[in-house]
């Protein structure tokens, strides 16, 4: 069982930075970061694969997020600039196995973290 451990959120003005990381217990070869905001379904914001080779951007994110992922110490983090009102919500960090492959799909990934919640004032 991998445990994840969200940090960083919090409240910032529209146009702010936020960083969030996400501590793992062990290696996973997928980790991805979600949002749900409310009354709203959970979205994938952003994925990367074991050697970041491969990245993934939700649209609405692209060019103003990045992930990045240490697989030495199982961290990952996603910096978030140029924030958005419409970008509040609760932040999921993700992993998977090497099974279905590089996905935003929230049904692929087998662990998830408790969120960590994001808030941008206009």
């Known amino acids: 069982q991998v445990q994840l451990v969200e940090s960083g959120g919090g409240s910032v003005r529209a146009g702010g930075s936020l960083r969030l990381s996400c501590a793992a217990s062990?290696?996973?070869?997928?980790m991805a970061w979600f949002r749900q905001a409310p009354g709203k379904e959970r979205e994938g914001v952003a994925a990367?694969?074991?050697?970041?080779?491969?990245?993934l951007y939700a649209d609405s994110v692209r060019g103003r997020f990045i992930i990045s992922r240490d697989v030495i110490t199982h961290t990952m983090d996603l910096e978030m600039n140029n924030l958005k009102p419409e970008d509040t919500a609760m932040y999921y960090c993700?992993?998977?196995?090497?099974?279905?492959?590089?996905?935003?799909?929230?049904?692929?990934?087998?662990?998830w973290g408790q969120g960590t919640q994001v808030t941008v004032s206009s």
């Open positions: 062990q290696y996973t070869y997928y």
């Open positions: 990367i694969s074991h050697g970041s080779s491969d990245f």
């Open positions: 993700a992993a998977a196995p090497d099974t279905w492959g590089l996905t935003l799909r929230p049904q692929n990934y087998t662990y």
